[in-house]
């Protein structure tokens, strides 16, 4: 990796308290993290960051890497983005926050979600993807007096137990509902149903069964949680079909494709418009800050003020920090042809993957799309449903992230997750890069 001093060579005292700061938060925090995903990142080694800038992460022993993992993604821009936390720095002298009636921010942001996003005709901004999605889903269920949800195999939709089911079921749970976590509430989990992704046949089945009592579809439209499965024409055409049809209201999940594959959401990449859209992540380029948007009639039932009286709520929902953080990365990303720059950029990534996968005679496949993108050992062929991500060799992709970490690059050891560019990458990272995966695959 690199290092922070002249000698090229790490201070063993310096790798000694990075160790004990990690002994610490094992104390104190459990799984050392403050989420299990996060904890993952042991798995390579003690790790513990100081600071970030651009593309790379230093720990608190002055390792530096290239960072491939961006927070689970929203560092679309590159982190310390100077424009971004300018404007942050800007709205925190005005008042963070000041829970009673509107801001200039939040109408600025809301105009820019409505001219961009097909769907979304009105906003309301939360703090979370998991928030996002929980505020979706209630306005469906409010909607059409149903309580039935319909989600896809290989989609995370947040922690929350309306719908963290059927995210990574093990072989034999397969096509049945299984809860992704200890503790949820078993009327939650009876009430999310379960279909394969890329499926019009299964899906029209369930529609068949069960299509006067949904209140919802979810999905992301491109199910980034297990690598990248992308959406059959098809498949999203019969999708948008039955759930007119029924009058159930179609959930796109942008949390992780909006404003990092388009400003305007792979919905209008792919021509289809749902009714509600969630975005999170990408939207603020760190900053804490998301939204739920769509229909103005599905929107308006949480006026406050209304019959409906459906409830969005939320005490720091609409924080300035991150709707100027929201404003700046937005106008960025339209200004600048972010995306047009990253796919460019990741196509190199996946191309430059694959022929060395092939020059190595290693099993495995690059997947991904536009600043995505994921290596999958032991597996081939297009993945088109979560059962084609079934049998991954983990062993060797963790194998693979401890050897490119030893080389300076960061990116979490979950073999069913996925690599992200930001703006701030360049040729010379794609270079360092690829040239590490050689040395670590010709070590494989």
Known sequence: ???????????????????????????????????????QAYETGDVAFDSASEATLTTVSGERYTDYHLGFGPIVLGHAHDGVDKAARAAIDDGVLYGAGTTTLEVEVAERLVNLVPSIEMVNFCN???????????????????????????????????????VYP?????????????????????????????????LEDVFR?????????????????????????????????????????????????????????????????????????????????AAVGGRADLLAQAGGDNESGVVISGTYSGSLPGLAAARETIDTIVEEDVQ??????GDRYRDGLTDLLEDHAIDGRVVGHRSIFSVQFGVD?????????????????????????????????????RHHLSFAHDESHLESYLDAADAVLDEL
Not at 130 to 147: D, F, K, M, V
Not at 172 to 195: F, H, I, K
Not at 251 to 267: A, K, L, T, W
Request: proline share 7%; with cysteine; hydrophobic share 35%.
């Open 170 to 202: 093990p072989a034999d749970r397969v096509g049945e509902r299984y809860p992704e976590s200890d503790g949820m509430l078993s009327a939650a989990v009876e009430n999310t149903l379960v279909a394969p992704f890329n499926d019009p046949d299964a």
């Open 1 to 39: 990796m690199l290092t922070g001093n002249d000698s090229g060579m790490t201070d063993p005292n310096d790798d000694a308290a990075m160790s004990e700061l990690v002994d610490r938060a094992r104390e104190l925090i459990p799984g050392g993290a403050q989420t299990g995903l996060r904890a």
């Open 209 to 289: 069964e069960h299509g006067d009592e949904l209140a919802a579809v979810i999905l992301e439209p491109i199910p980034h949680s297990v690598g990248c499965l992308l959406p059959e024409p098809e498949f999203l055409e019969r999708l948008r079909e039955v759930t007119e049809s029924h009058d159930v209201p179609l959930v796109f999940d942008e949390v992780i494709s909006g404003f990092r594959h388009s400003p305007r959401g792979v919905q209008y990449e792919f021509g289809v418009t749902p009714d509600l859209t969630c975005v999170a992540k990408a939207l603020g380029n760190g900053y804490p800050v």
């Open 381 to 417: 062929g297009e993945p088109r449903t979560y059962e084609d991500v079934l049998g991954l060799d983990e062993e060797r992709f963790r194998a693979f992230a401890a050897g490119m970490r030893e080389r300076g690059q960061f990116f979490t050891p979950n073999p069913y997750k």
């Open 340 to 345: 047009g720059y990253l796919t460019n950029l």
């Open 128 to 166: 979370s993807g998991s928030e996002a999605t929980y505020h979706a889903i209630r306005l469906a269920r409010a909607a059409t007096g149903n309580e039935k949800v319909l989600k896809f195999e290989g989609c995370y939709h947040g922690w929350h137990d309306y719908v963290d089911v059927s």
